[in-house]
């Protein structure tokens, strides 16, 4: 068991120990994002609160964009850990790594702090390139963007040059190959910016949706075979043959499941029957993954080397396919959409499946990273204080995602169904009880949400110390 990472008395490789600063990093945006959601929950309840100073827009822009840059760096982070594990040398160009490493993190320091004091004033040309560019999700300037491609190029390059080197171009290494190269090529389409709205949302949903639900799941599914291969000693043939499956289901249901965001944004008609038939196929392949998932626990007889990393990957099998897969489920028909569309029940969705499929991965990374990282390493690895942080994340999740849920109800059923979407609708959705009392739900869930995160903190830390359960079985050098 445990063959995969265990060398014992061996130290870090490089690439590992520049994947703890990635983690690192990580968990100070998470941070920062649970922040900015916090003010932008308590704007809902009280919309005079930092009027003026910090707007409602800034707040939700920090918090999104940092979530997508913390788990994005997070997974990365997992594929720099595993790496020279799964080829047996060092990284090549580890030295370019690093560089362009501490260049995008200045790089994410100044896009913040643009955001946060330069929040007004006309969208023109230079603004397009140096302050924001106006799209949710990748709001990023375009000097930004032009650095996460130089960003991910390197990335690639150290994959494929490592690879190489290696001379085994494992099944593993090959689907992330060519994952790494659609994740890039499609970040790209966010660059191009046009004024047609419709062909600007177009591309703008080549990113969100095909990054989310296609290559960074394809991402997820790599890393999770390495996390099971070295948590439970998991054969390499039985994870690799699940991957495949997983892959041509993810890209075979996810490619055209791309029409659901094309309904009533100005493209052609057929995306409707297009869109809703293949998007309602994209729980196929979460399915597969809780399967494999529960199977390979159930064989191993929950017998892991890490506790918190395992639970952790048990919850992000399932948390996967609720998240993503029943709550995208619920609004992905056009005959449902058509009246949930751009209601909190989105919001419901983006929290969980974010949380279910993203967080999930990366903590579970985190986990095994710090375990080996540790000032004395642990096997199998438990602590009394993470089991708090679980269940107070998922208390708080789902706390969080069950009111946007039913704040999206009301406006689905009474501002649009019942009341056909006039502007006296719009106003007995928003001022009926079940809205207004869910905001100050989300904002109580939003605390714990909190809680659970400093309790993560600290455990990590402790356990970076060396204060955790379990027997002594190597000192780091
Ligand atoms: C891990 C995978 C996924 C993530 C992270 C994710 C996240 C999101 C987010 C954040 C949005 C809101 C976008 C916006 O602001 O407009 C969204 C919208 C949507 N998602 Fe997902 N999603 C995932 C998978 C799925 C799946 C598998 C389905 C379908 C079965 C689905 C169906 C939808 C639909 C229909 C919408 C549009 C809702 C609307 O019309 O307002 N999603 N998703
Ligand atoms: C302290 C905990 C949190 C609070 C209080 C919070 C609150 C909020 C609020 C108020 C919004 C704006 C909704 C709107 O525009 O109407 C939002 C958006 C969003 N949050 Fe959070 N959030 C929290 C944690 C998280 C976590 C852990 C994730 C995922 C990992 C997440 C992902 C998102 C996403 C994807 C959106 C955009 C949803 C959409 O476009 O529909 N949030 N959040
Ligand atoms: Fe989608």
Do not use: C
């Not at 047996?88 to 260049?103: F, M, Q």
């Not at 704040?407 to 609708?425: D, K, P």
């Not at 001022?431 to 905001?439: G, S, V």
């Amino acid at each position: 068991m445990a063959s995969i990472a265990m060398k014992k008395g061996e130290g870090l490789y490089e690439s590992q120990k520049l994947a703890l600063a990635y983690f690192a990093v990580a968990l100070i945006l998470f941070g920062a994002q649970l922040l900015f959601g916090l003010l932008a929950a308590y704007q809902y309840i009280d919309p005079n609160f930092l009027f003026g100073k910090l707007s409602f827009m800034t707040n939700r822009t920090v918090h999104v964009n940092a979530m997508i840059v913390w788990l994005l760096v997070g997974l990365m982070g997992g594929v720099y850990w595993f790496l020279p594990i799964e080829t047996g040398r060092e990284v090549v160009g580890i030295r370019l790594a690093k560089w362009i490493w501490w260049i995008i993190v200045a790089g994410v320091g100044v896009v913040v702090l643009v955001y946060l004091f330069v929040q007004v004033g006309p969208g023109t040309a230079t603004t397009l390139w140096f302050i924001n560019e106006g799209r949710e999700y990748i709001e990023a300037p375009r000097w930004a963007d032009l650095a996460i491609i130089a960003w991910v190029a390197v990335f690639l390059y150290n994959v494929v040059a490592t690879t190489l080197a290696s001379r085994r171009v494992t099944g593993l290494l090959g689907v992330l190959i060519f994952d790494l190269v659609a994740l890039g090529a499609l970040y790209s389409a966010g660059v191009h910016y046009t004024v047609n709205v419709t062909m600007d949302q177009y591309l703008w949903w080549w990113v969100v949706h095909l990054w989310v639900e296609a290559t960074w799941e394809v991402l997820v599914g790599v890393l999770m075979a390495w996390s099971l291969m070295y948590l439970l000693g998991t054969p390499r043939k039985l994870v690799e043959t699940w991957l495949y499956l997983e892959v041509a289901l993810v890209f075979g249901t996810g490619i055209l499941g791309l029409g659901h965001h094309y309904f009533w944004i100005g493209t052609p008609e057929y995306w409707i029957g297009l869109g809703g038939f293949f998007s309602a196929l994209e729980p196929l392949p979460l399915v597969a993954m809780v399967v494999h998932a529960v199977y390979d626990a159930g064989a191993h007889r929950l017998h892991a080397v890490n506790r918190p990393a395992f639970f952790w990957a048990i919850l992000q099998a399932f948390g996967n396919f609720i998240g993503a897969g029943v709550w995208g489920f619920m609004q992905t028909l056009p005959q449902i959409n058509l009246y949930s569309h751009g209601t909190q029940l989105a919001a419901a969705h983006g929290h969980l499946a974010f949380f279910g499929a993203y967080v999930g991965t990366v903590l579970t990374l985190v986990y095994i990273a710090v375990q080996n990282a540790a000032k004395v390493v642990r096997i199998p690895l438990d602590t009394r204080s993470w089991s708090w942080s679980y269940a107070l994340f998922i208390l708080g999740i789902f706390g969080l995602a069950g009111s946007f849920t039913i704040s999206g109800f009301v406006q689905t059923m009474v501002e649009r169904a019942e009341l056909g979407s006039t502007w006296a609708a719009f106003i007995a959705s928003y001022t009926h009880p079940w809205y207004t009392n869910t905001l100050v739900w989300r904002f109580f869930f939003g605390l714990m949400i909190f809680a659970a995160y400093l309790i993560l903190v600290y455990d990590l830390l402790s356990i970076y110390a060396g204060r955790a359960l379990g027997k002594e079985v190597r000192r780091a050098q």
